[in-house]
């Protein structure tokens, strides 16, 4: 059914009903909460200046146009990056607390994907991630997504399935009892506490990894380490902060919020798969936690 382009305000209406889903679209293909809210802003600039009375299906017009808003951001962002390791464009964490009351971090938590993979999909070429988010986690047909990236859809879906592979052979899944999440996170925390390096081992998993995002201010922060005994030997660098943390969701899954005299110190977000922890993101720069309203 065609939009009625005489109405503005109707108009909004109809787009409000979209905004969730535009925003989970775009914060899965861009990582950053802000760029997604911008990103979804622009879609409604577009859509206004439009004549709405043309489109036929205004969820799928909008989708694929946040798509296509979206992938010129990833290729200019890319085009500036340097350095292949690139801590600043590490993917923000969608947090929330057990307490919490926010009805629109709530919604942004539902519709997240574990920070692990995230951390996946930005390793992959802008014209992978689109395709990879818009089929396979929005059902996107590749007719719809190849004239976005000026592609035919056959070259649009080996995009896809090169994505996927990566994904499938890179992103752990975690283990679905939550409770269990916890469990281990906590014993994490009591051992570093406790400086028991042979506890760490037995939570750890042999290949664990940890990223780190310190930015500017904390360079020293700025690491990514492989291996259980390597993990659990640089265990005291984030010990500081066990006094410190408050059990939080972070991408739905186990973590810690780190917030010491009123100001926000670190996020930890873990990957527990078979009772151990595989992966953990650590997210300490002040800028950005600031700017996510950590606290």
């Known amino acids: 059914m065609a939009v009625a382009s005489n109405d503005l305000d109707e108009l909004a209406r109809r787009f409000e009903e979209h905004r969730r889903q535009l925003k989970s679209v775009a914060y899965r293909v861009l990582g950053s909460l802000s760029e997604a809210d911008d990103a979804v802003q622009e879609a409604w600039i577009r859509l206004s200046r439009t004549d709405a ?3 036929d299906n205004l969820g799928a017009w909008l989708t694929t146009v946040v798509g296509r808003i979206c992938l010129n951001v990833l290729r200019a962002r890319t085009a500036r990056r340097e350095d292949v390791l690139d801590f600043a464009a590490s993917p923000d964490p969608v947090i929330s607390y057990e307490d919490s009351a926010d009805p629109e971090r709530e919604a942004e938590l539902a519709d997240s ?31 719809e997504i190849a004239p976005v990236l000026g592609k035919t859809p056959a070259a649009t879906r080996q995009l896809a399935s090169r994505a996927r592979r990566r994904v499938q052979g890179h992103a752990p899944v975690p283990d679905p009892d939550l409770g269990r999440q916890r469990e281990v996170v906590s014993a994490y925390f009591a051992a570093v506490r406790d400086g028991d390096f042979e506890r760490l081992l037995t939570i750890l998993h042999p290949d664990v990894v940890i990223r780190s995002t310190g930015g500017p201010a904390r360079p020293a922060l700025n690491v990514m380490l492989s291996g259980a005994r390597t993990v659990a030997g640089q265990a005291v660098l984030f010990g500081q902060f066990a006094p410190h943390a408050r059990a939080a969701l972070i991408n739905g899954a186990a973590g810690v919020v780190v917030v010491a005299n009123g100001r926000p110190v670190a996020t ?9 922890i595989v992966a953990i993101d650590v997210l300490a720069d002040p800028a950005r936690l600031t700017q996510l309203g950590v606290g």
């Open 268 to 276: 930890m977000a873990f990957v527990v798969t078979d009772g151990l």
């Open 53 to 55: 009375a043309t489109i």
């Open 113 to 143: 994907v574990g920070l692990a993979l995230m951390v996946v999909l930005g390793t992959l070429s802008p014209a992978e991630r689109l395709s990879f988010v818009l089929h396979d986690m929005f059902a996107v047909p590749f007719e």
